[in-house]
């Protein structure tokens, strides 16, 4: 289903569908109108005209009429129409069920692959004919895949889309969730699209999948079928009150019905503005509007130079075979020869690598060379040193770029008044634990591993404390620091930070006892691992404790992220999301997170944020596991 937030894959499934039906298409112009959205012109046979309108991480779909051209295309834009304009769309395919398509190009005698990325932040991704990756909008390091130059594009794993019976019954029978759930995520339906499965099939949603038997089996493999038919199909697509739709769903109410789903897409997504400046008479404006100006322009200034610097470095790791011959041969040149004779040796050779060099400085050993821009070369660092001068001078600039926009964003007093820095606070000791105030004022402390929790008990835990953990194996241990009336947000902290939120688990039962009760001694015969401890004696049970974490950012009376039980943190917080066991790993979710308060606060709130909300900071409160984003205030 397609929603505000971007399309699903059974979208996409639709989307490649339709577009793959107007096959023959040549790549006739492309645009870039910022550092998300891009338009394709494709042409068809008979003359036929198509555009597409791609914005990566959430939208692509064709349209009637594209924005209106930039006057001054982007890099990325001239890069893609070097390489694609003219070129043949020999096919469009999704891969898998994901939410990427890949358009498959013939240019000359060889092939190009263009992948377009909707999920999580998006990417447009140019690679040969064997998926390795000429070059990308947005060069990403992860753990598991690499988006840079001379990398191979991941196209493995299982196609979803086209299961046997066979393998959609061992997917559903080895999952621990119930149905709609093992739906919507390990076959990568979603929510909406899994719930209609289950209404096809005839079986309750939440039928628990270690039970299902060959006849349920039959009836929910011929209802998956049927959906990805309809998809492929597009049966009259539906704007609806949930969202956009390539076929009705069972009992939904459509507001509008359309002819390709394409349509339906354009008129969900109304195309964005994009204003250009216009130059107009000269002004006369007061010192105040000269000084802001003036800033403005520096920030400007500093940014095209944290590109300048950020694109140098780029160039250098793509040509990083050939920076490091010329680093190694003009070091062993300089042993024998003056930097004056080297510099005539230069002139007269005919070689590659020679030939990019523009101009020598002998003062400092260092070359000018051209790597698709001019980038200083110190013959005394090595590859990564000459990477790292980069770096630091993208450090100084952003540096100065924030000096600026506080500057600027600084009103001019009336008066000679004292005005109120916000300050980012200084880390205290317990921030490196999981930690939050009770509504009440007491800390509460929680460990974050094994160590963290031997350490707590051992070194912080007192007398007058409580010792607080979820009623499984796998935990924090919680320690609270005092005596508080709301037991009921530190249990709900402890159960939390537990494997129950692994475990997908709503709600589960917490335990608390006295500092006396706690023992690393076991009995005879007995092994108490690292982190775990022995309770002695009665101890306090809360049973069926609601799991949920909210996280936040606090601008008054200093910045800072926090994070903890949904009642404690939104009495503080400005603004919070809310988390419940879910699908989303820490990173997915942590990434959201940041995007999402980051919206919620005004522009000049968001600027001053950016010292504390961070994908670390916000991570730092995300349990373990799959998590939600279920409510935003």
């Given at each position: 289903m397609a929603t505000t937030k971007g399309m699903s894959g059974l979208d996409l499934a639709a989307l490649t569908a339709e577009l793959k039906s107007l096959l023959p298409l040549w790549i006739g112009k492309i645009y870039q109108y910022n550092n998300t959205t891009f338009g394709f012109r494709l042409n068809g046979e008979d003359k036929a005209r198509h555009l597409f309108f791609i914005?990566?991480?959430?939208?692509?779909?064709?349209?009637?009429?594209?924005p209106p051209a930039p006057k001054n295309p982007s890099g990325y834009s001239m890069y893609l129409r070097k390489f694609l304009d003219g070129g043949k769309v020999l096919s469009i395919s999704q891969k898998g069920i994901e939410r990427v398509i890949i358009l498959e190009i013939g240019k000359g005698s060889g092939t190009l692959n263009l992948a377009i990325e909707l999920f999580d932040e998006g990417n447009l991704i140019l690679t040969d004919g064997g998926f390795g990756i000429q070059n990308a909008l947005k060069k990403r390091h992860f753990r598991e895949r690499e988006i840079v130059s001379g990398e191979v594009y991941d196209m493995g794993g299982v196609d979803l889309s086209t299961l046997s019976p066979e393998a959609f019954s061992g997917i559903l029978r080895s999952s621990n969730r119930d149905l709609v759930r093992s739906i919507a995520v390990d076959l990568m339906f979603g929510g909406a699209m899994a719930e209609e499965l289950c209404i096809r099939a005839g079986v309750e949603k939440e039928f628990p999948t270690q039970y299902l038997d060959d006849r349920i089996i039959s009836q929910l493999y011929t209802a998956y079928e049927s959906i990805i038919a309809d998809a492929r199909s597009q049966n009259e697509p539906v704007i609806d009150a949930k969202g956009c739709w390539p076929f009705p769903l069972t009992g939904s109410t459509p507001k509008s019905t359309h002819t390709t789903f394409s349509e339906a897409l354009a008129s969900y997504y109304p195309l964005p503005t994009f204003h250009e400046e216009k130059k107009g008479k000269k002004e006369v404006f007061s010192r105040e509007e000269r000084i802001r100006r003036q800033q403005e322009a520096a920030i400007k200034t500093f940014e095209a130079k944290i590109a300048d610097s950020e694109?140098?470095?780029?160039?250098?790791?793509?040509?990083?075979?050939?920076?490091?011959?010329?680093?190694?041969?003009?070091?062993?040149?300089?042993?024998?020869?003056?930097?004056?004779?080297?510099?005539?040796?230069?002139?007269?050779?005919?070689?590659?690598t020679a030939a990019m060099i523009l101009s020598v400085n002998p003062a400092d050993a260092s070359v000018v060379v051209d790597i698709g821009m001019k980038v200083t070369i110190s013959i005394q660092k090595n590859v990564e040193g000459n990477v790292g001068v980069y770096y630091d001078l993208m450090k100084k600039f952003r540096s100065k770029r924030e000096g600026a926009i506080r500057a600027m964003n600084r009103p001019t007093p009336k008066q000679k008044e004292r005005t109120t820095v916000r300050k980012r606070p200084k880390p205290k000791w317990f921030h490196r634990f999981r930690w939050f105030d009770t509504s009440d004022g007491v800390l509460v402390i929680g460990g974050r591993d094994a160590n963290q929790n031997e350490e707590l008990v051992k070194k912080y835990m007192e007398g007058g404390d409580t010792f607080v953990h979820a009623d499984v194996h796998g935990g924090s241990v919680v320690i609270v620091k005092g005596t508080t009336e709301r037991m009921d947000e530190v249990v709900q902290f402890a159960a939390s930070y537990s494997n129950l939120w692994k475990s997908g688990y709503a709600a589960g039962d917490v335990y608390s006892a006295r500092p006396d009760q706690v023992s690393k001694t076991p009995e005879s015969g007995e092994f108490v691992a690292k982190g775990a401890f022995v309770i002695r004696g009665e101890r306090e049970y809360f049973r069926h404790v609601p799991l949920g974490v909210a996280i936040g950012a606090v601008t008054e009376p200093t910045l800072a992220v926090i994070g903890g039980p949904v009642s404690a943190i939104s009495k503080r917080a400005k603004h919070m999301i809310r988390?419940?066991?879910?699908?989303?790993?820490?990173?997915?979710?942590?990434?959201?997170?940041?995007?999402?308060?980051?919206?919620?606060?005004?522009?000049?709130?968001?600027k001053v944020l950016k010292s504390v909300l961070s994908t670390e900071s916000v991570a730092a409160f995300i349990p373990a596991g799959g998590s939600d984003i279920v409510e935003e205030s």
């Open positions: 914005e990566i991480g959430r939208r692509a779909h064709r349209v009637l009429e594209l694109r140098a470095a780029e160039l250098i790791y793509e040509r990083y075979t050939d920076i490091r011959q010329l680093i190694t041969t003009l070091d062993a040149a300089s042993q024998k020869m003056s930097w004056q004779e080297i510099t005539k040796v230069l002139k007269g050779a005919d070689h590659p988390l419940t066991p879910g699908t989303f790993e820490p990173n997915d979710i942590a990434r959201k997170a940041v995007r999402s308060l980051r919206d919620r606060f005004s522009s000049n709130d968001a």
